[in-house]
C-alpha cells in the first residue's frame, strides 16, 4: 500500500510489523524533487547513505545530468528499501550554490583567492618537501574524515605511511569511534564487529547503552518498532540521562548521572555473576580473566551503584534480571559510553557482560559497538586512523614486514617506533610547533574538536601551514592556506562500509561542480607530484582509478578479519551489500563473528596486545602471551573512577552534548538541505522541568551556558532530563552566521565546543564530550516562540501541548510503498 508521509513530523515512517524470527519486510521509501515524476527519472544510480553509519542503500534519481531525488533499495539487508530524514532529503547539498568549484591560496594580504590547480598542488607539494628537508616527515601530519570512500582511505594510509613516512595519520573517527574499535581489540584481540543487524530480528532483548538509534540510526530504530508491533516482541532496556525515543519505548530505562557508566555495568555484572546466570562452559572454553572480574565487581551491589549513579537500586536490579534471563541478548552501544568518562573501560563491560552470558556469535545474540559516521570502519580497516592497514599490529615485526611486502618498501619505511599519533595529540604538536603541515580532509576541526578557542588559535598559527579539502568554505577552511574543492558522494565511485561490516558500491550519478576533484584523484595527484616510489625505484601508488584502488585495498586485505578478497565492484553492483569477511571460506560473507570461537586474539595474529583501562599503559607482546597464550577472548575488569571534573558551586550542572535527528556533524550538508534546516534551524539548550521550574524560567528563554573553557548562547528548551544536567546540540557553528568561522570578533558564540575540555579517554584516546561542569545564567526571557528545538526526538518539551510541533510540510512528504519489490536495478536502469 503506498502512502504520503511528512518525515520531518514522522520521521520513522509508518509500521510494517513483524514477528520474532521472521524476515524484516520491505517498504521503499521515495522522495523526488517537487514537480519531478518518477516516469521522469531518467537514470537510477545506486549509492548508499554518506549521513550516518547505518549504511541504508539507495538508487539516486538524475533526470538532464542533475540529482532530483533518492529512493530506497528494498533488496538490501540494511534497510529493506527504507530511508530515513537525512537520507530523503540530504542530497540537496550537493547542488548548493555556495559549493566550491576552484581551488583557494592564502594571499600576502590575508584573504583566499581563487587559483588553478597547478598554483595549489605545487604550493602544497612546494611547502611539503621543504619541510621534509629540514624537519623531517614526523612535521606533516594528516587529518581526515569518516566520510571519504575505502579507496581514498587506503591512498591516503599508503601515500602518509610510505610515501611521507609520518605517523601523524588520524581520522574524525577519533572523536566518535575511536572507543568502539579499542573495546574490541581488548575484547577480543581485533577490531571487526562481532553482531549484526540481523540480530534485532531475533533478540528477545535488546539493551541499549548510552546509544539513541533513533536519532543516530533511525532505519535499525525503525526496525525496532517494528519488531515491537510484531508478534513476540523484544524487552528493551535504555541506558540514557535523557528521555529519548528509546527510553520512552523501553520496558525499563536507567537515567544515571553522566560519568558513572563503569560503576552501573560493574553492578550488572555483580548481580549477573551473583545469581549465577553465566554460561559457565563458554567461559571456561574461549575466555580468560574471568575470576579477575568476578573479584572487581564483588561488592559492586545495587545500593552502593545507586548512590554513584543516582538511579533507584531497584531498578537496577531490575535491570540486572532483564539481563540475566534474556534468551537472546543483543547489546549496542554508542556516544553516550564512548565520548564519556572511562569510555573504554565501559564498553569493554558491555563485551564481559556477553561473554559470561555467552550470548556471542548466535542470532540475536551478539554485541554491536556502533560508529558514527558513514565510512568510519574504512578509516579504521585501511590505517587512515593510523593504524596499520587490515588490522596489523605496528608492535608486531612480522606484521610490519607482512605490509611492507604488500606495498614493496623496506620495512623501516613504515612508521611503528611508537603508537600512531591520536587527533588530541596532532593538534597539540600543532599548537608546540614540531607538526607544522596539517592537511585536513573531509572534516572541520574548528567546530567538531573540544575547547575551539584553542583550535582556532592553533589553525591560524604563522608556522603551521593548513590545507583544507572540502565542499564547502567551512569554518576550519576559512582559516587554511590552501583549500581544495572536493567532489562527494553521488559525484564519485567507490565503496565503504557500515557498522555492521556489510560492503556497499556508490556509483557516480552526475559530475562535479566546477573543477572540484575526487578525493582519490587529489591524493593520486599529489603522490604523482611528490614522485614516492618503492624499493625497486617504481611508483608507489600504481593504481590511477577507484576501482583500481579496491583491487589494491584486496591485496592488502588478504588473509586478515577483514577480507575483501571475494568482493569486487562489479559484484557490488546491483544487489545487496555484502558483510565481511568475504573471500574463498565465505564466498557470500559473514554475519556474524565468532560464530565458533575465537580467532583473532592469539599473539601472533592479534591487532593490539591490550592497554590497562585505567591508564592506556600500553601492553608487550610478552605480557599479552603470559595473560592470553592460546588467544582466547580477553575479560578486563576496570574499577570505577569518578569523573575529572565534577559541579561545584560555580559550575553546579553537568553538561553534555550530542546530536539530533535532523543534523549531521557541522551541519554543512544538513542545513543545506531546506527540510533539515527547518526542522532545528538554531541551537539550543535543554533543562530539567525540575531545574527549570526552581529558577523561574521557561521555554524559549535566552541563556549562556559557561565552563571553565568558553561560553554559548542558545534558547533554553525545557524537557524531562535528568535534573542537574544540560544538553546542547554539537552541529552549529559559524559558517551561515556573522561570526563567519568563530566568536573572537566579540560575538556569542552558539558552538558547543566553546565549552568542551580538551581530555580524552586514556585507552582509546576519544575525546570526553560528555562530561564537563557548567554554569547557567538568564540573558532574558523569551518572546514567546518555541526554542529551534525538534519536539518529537529527545528534545521533545516536558509541557509538549504548549509548543508547535515540528512539521515538514507538503515539501517534505514521501512516498512509502510498503511490500515494494526490490529495486535491484543498476546504473543506467531507469
Avoid at 599479552?624 to 565534577?646: C, V
Wanted: proline share 6%; hydrophobic share 35%; charged share 25%.
Amino acid at each position: 500500500m503506498d502512502a504520503s508521509v511528512d518525515r520531518i513530523a514522522q520521521p520513522w515512517g509508518g509500521r510494517t510489523p513483524y514477528g520474532r524470527n521472521e524476515p524484516w519486510p520491505a517498504r521503499v521509501d521515495m522522495f523526488l524533487r517537487e514537480g519531478v515524476d518518477a516516469g521522469a527519472v531518467e537514470h537510477w544510480v545506486q549509492a548508499a547513505s554518506i549521513l550516518h553509519s547505518d549504511g541504508d542503500a539507495m538508487d539516486i534519481a538524475v533526470v538532464d545530468g542533475r540529482m532530483v531525488g533518492v529512493r530506497g533499495r528494498a533488496v538490501d539487508r540494511v534497510n529493506r528499501g527504507r530511508l530515513e530524514p537525512k537520507d530523503l532529503f540530504g542530497w540537496q547539498a550537493n547542488t548548493s550554490r555556495d559549493r566550491l568549484r576552484r581551488p583557494l591560496v592564502r594571499q600576502d594580504d590575508g584573504r583566499l583567492a581563487e587559483c588553478d590547480w597547478d598554483t595549489a598542488m605545487e604550493r602544497i607539494v612546494t611547502r611539503s618537501r621543504n619541510l621534509l628537508d629540514e624537519h623531517g616527515a614526523g612535521s606533516i601530519g594528516f587529518y581526515t574524515s569518516g566520510q571519504l570512500f575505502l579507496e581514498e582511505y587506503y591512498t591516503l594510509a599508503v601515500l602518509a605511511k610510505a610515501g611521507i613516512g609520518t605517523n601523524h595519520l588520524d581520522g574524525n573517527t577519533r572523536l566518535c569511534t575511536s572507543t568502539a574499535a579499542e573495546a574490541l581489540k581488548q575484547s577480543f584481540g581485533c577490531d571487526g564487529q562481532p553482531g549484526s543487524y540481523d540480530d534485532i530480528d531475533h533478540a528477545d532483548v535488546i539493551a541499549l547503552f548510552g546509544h539513541n538509534i533513533a536519532e543516530t540510526q533511525p532505519v535499525q530504530w525503525m526496525r525496532v518498532l517494528d519488531r515491537l508491533d510484531g508478534g513476540d516482541p523484544p524487552r528493551l532496556l535504555c541506558v540514557d540521562p535523557r528521555p529519548t525515543p528509546v527510553a520512552r519505548a523501553a520496558a525499563l530505562h536507567l537515567a544515571p548521572r553522566v560519568g558513572t557508566n563503569v560503576a552501573l555495568l560493574n553492578t550488572l555484572l555483580c548481580e549477573i555473576i551473583r545469581t549465577d546466570r553465566i554460561d559457565h562452559d563458554y567461559i571456561e572454553a574461549h575466555t580468560v580473566g574471568f575470576e579477575e572480574l568476578a573479584s572487581q565487581v564483588r561488592g559492586c551491589t545495587p545500593e552502593w551503584a545507586a548512590g554513584i549513579c543516582d538511579v533507584p537500586a531497584a531498578r537496577i536490579a531490575e535491570a540486572a534480571e532483564i539481563l540475566g534471563t534474556a534468551d537472546r541478548l543483543l547489546s549496542t552501544v554508542l556516544q553516550g559510553v564512548y565520548q564519556s568518562h572511562q569510555a573504554t573501560a565501559a564498553a569493554v563491560q558491555v563485551n564481559n557482560l556477553h561473554l559470561i552470558r555467552g550470548m556471542v556469535g548466535r542470532p540475536g545474540a551478539g554485541v554491536l559497538q556502533m560508529n558514527g559516521q558513514p565510512t568510519a570502519q574504512n578509516t579504521r580497516e585501511c590505517g587512515a586512523n593510523g593504524d596499520l592497514p587490515g588490522f596489523r599490529n605496528w608492535q608486531n615485526d612480522r606484521h610490519v614486514a607482512d605490509l611492507a611486502k604488500v606495498w614493496n618498501v623496506d620495512p623501516r619505511t613504515i612508521p611503528h617506533y611508537a603508537p600512531p599519533t591520536h587527533a588530541m595529540q596532532m593538534f597539540r604538536y600543532a599548537e608546540q610547533g614540531s607538526i607544522r603541515m596539517l592537511w585536513i580532509s573531509g572534516t572541520n576541526p574548528a567546530v567538531s574538536l573540544p575547547e575551539l578557542s584553542r583550535i582556532r588559535s592553533i589553525l591560524a598559527r604563522d608556522h603551521l601551514f593548513v590545507v583544507v579539502q572540502d565542499l564547502f568554505l567551512t569554518e576550519t577552511a576559512q582559516l587554511a592556506d590552501v583549500v581544495l574543492p572536493a567532489a562527494t558522494w553521488g559525484e564519485k565511485t567507490g565503496t565503504f562500509t557500515n557498522a555492521d561490516r556489510t560492503v556497499h558500491l556508490s556509483d557516480k550519478a552526475v559530475e562535479p561542480p566546477g573543477e572540484a576533484r575526487t578525493d582519490l584523484d587529489i591524493f593520486l595527484d599529489y603522490a604523482s607530484r611528490m614522485d614516492f616510489r618503492d624499493k625497486d625505484g617504481h611508483p608507489l601508488i600504481t593504481w590511477h582509478d577507484a576501482e583500481a584502488a579496491f583491487e589494491a585495498w584486496k591485496r592488502c586485505s588478504a588473509g586478515r578479519p577483514c577480507d575483501y578478497t571475494g568482493l569486487t565492484h562489479e559484484r557490488l553492483r546491483g544487489g545487496s551489500g555484502i558483510q565481511w569477511p568475504c573471500n574463498d571460506q565465505a564466498p557470500d560473507g559473514t554475519g556474524r563473528l565468532y560464530t565458533d570461537g575465537i580467532h583473532w586474539a592469539h599473539p601472533d595474529v592479534c591487532e593490539e596486545y591490550g592497554k590497562d583501562l585505567l591508564t592506556g599503559a600500553a601492553q608487550d607482546v610478552v605480557e599479552y602471551r603470559s595473560l592470553n597464550p592460546d588467544g582466547k577472548a580477553m575479560i578486563k575488569a576496570a574499577a570505577y573512577l569518578p569523573p575529572h571534573e565534577e559541579p561545584d558551586k560555580d559550575y553546579p550542572y553537568q553538561l553534555t552534548t550530542g546530536r539530533t535527528l535532523y543534523h549531521f556533524h557541522t551541519r554543512t550538508k544538513t542545513a543545506r538541505a531546506p527540510q533539515l534546516n527547518a526542522a532545528a534551524p538554531g541551537v539550543w539548550v535543554e533543562a530539567s522541568a525540575a531545574d527549570a521550574a526552581e529558577l523561574g524560567w521557561d521555554e524559549g528563554d535566552l541563556v549562556e551556558v559557561r565552563t571553565r573553557r568558553g561560553t554559548l548562547q542558545g534558547q533554553l528548551r525545557v524537557t524531562g532530563i535528568r535534573p542537574g544536567l544540560l544538553f546542547v546540540p554539537f552541529h552549529y557553528g559559524y559558517w551561515d552566521t556573522p561570526a563567519g568561522h568563530g566568536p573572537d570578533d566579540g560575538m556569542p558564540g552558539r558552538a558547543a565546543n566553546e565549552t568542551t575540555i580538551s581530555d580524552w579517554d586514556p585507552a582509546s584516546k576519544q575525546p570526553l564530550f560528555k562530561t564537563a561542569a557548567a554554569a547557567l545564567h538568564r540573558i532574558r526571557p523569551g518572546d514567546g516562540r518555541n526554542a529551534p528545538a525538534p519536539t518529537i526526538t529527545a528534545s521533545a518539551s516536558a509541557h509538549a501541548g504548549s509548543l508547535t510541533a515540528t512539521t515538514g510540510g507538503p515539501a517534505a512528504h514521501v512516498s512509502e510503498s510498503a511490500g515494494a519489490s526490490g529495486h535491484s536495478e543498476g546504473k543506467e536502469a531507469g
